[in-house]
């Protein structure tokens, strides 16, 4: 389970993030979009719902690890520049 493995860190603070992975991510069908910050916060939007999850986020190497604000924990993998594994989905870059 992703929550056994991930970093130590508050709920609350985000570090700022530095990697070739920040910008917006989304599916085949683009019904989920996920935008990752240089903040080190996500904004996934689902559908017409904007903003359904936001929280902190921490690459390592080609992997994400996840923390909603709501508490729940998740991780991927970004098996190339462009291709995002994440919660059974798959995402793609979206280029601007």
Do not use: C
Not at 1 to 17: C, D, I, R, V
Request: no cysteine; net charge negative; proline share 5%.
């Amino acid at each position: 389970m992703a929550e056994n493995t991930m970093p130590k860190q508050s709920n609350t603070q985000a570090l700022p993030q530095n990697h070739p992975y920040l910008g917006m991510w989304i599916t085949g069908d683009g019904q989920i979009r996920q935008e990752l910050l240089p903040t080190g916060r996500y904004d996934e939007a689902r559908g017409k719902r904007q903003s359904a999850y936001q929280g902190r986020y921490v690459v390592t190497g080609n992997h994400i690890d996840y923390w909603d604000d709501t508490g729940f924990t998740a991780d991927g993998v970004f098996v190339d520049q462009d291709t995002l594994h994440h919660g059974g989905m798959i995402f793609y870059r979206r280029k601007p």
